[in-house]
């Protein structure tokens, strides 16, 4: 079974940087597409980022240009590079792998704290 693992959250100030990973236990092939969750307080959770196999991304209108998704060179391991972070990005962050194998693959969740 694979299992993803994320790093890397904490507490951060507002417009300060993070960088999230997602480390996987194995090499993962056939993926269709990365992705990376939040889901904050009360909220349901929301689409962050995709890296697709074709090496295309997509980001959520309220992180665009401010996040980046991007991998290793060896593709184990996804990172979320967070910029100019303000409150409202405060949330659980989770990694997805799907595959077209058998779908999806979740990590546990990082918690991301954005306060003075």
């Known amino acids: 079974q694979v299992q993803l693992v994320e790093s890397g959250g904490g507490l951060v100030q507002p417009g300060g940087s993070l960088r999230l990973s997602c480390a996987a236990s194995?090499?993962?092939?056939?993926?269709?597409?990365m992705s990376w969750y939040r889901q904050g307080p009360g909220n349901q959770r929301e689409l962050v980022a995709v890296?697709?196999?074709?090496?295309?991304?997509t980001y959520a209108d309220s992180v665009k240009g401010r996040f980046t998704i991007s991998t290793d060179n060896a593709g184990n391991t996804l990172y979320l590079q967070m910029s100019s972070v303000k409150p409202e990005d405060t949330a659980v962050y989770y990694c997805?792998?799907?595959?077209?194998?058998?779908?999806?693959?979740w990590g546990q969740g990082t918690q991301v704290t954005v306060s003075s």
């Open positions: 997805s792998y799907r595959r077209w194998i058998d779908g999806d693959h």
């Open positions: 194995v090499r993962i092939f056939g993926v269709r597409d």
């Open positions: 890296l697709s196999s074709d090496g295309s991304t």
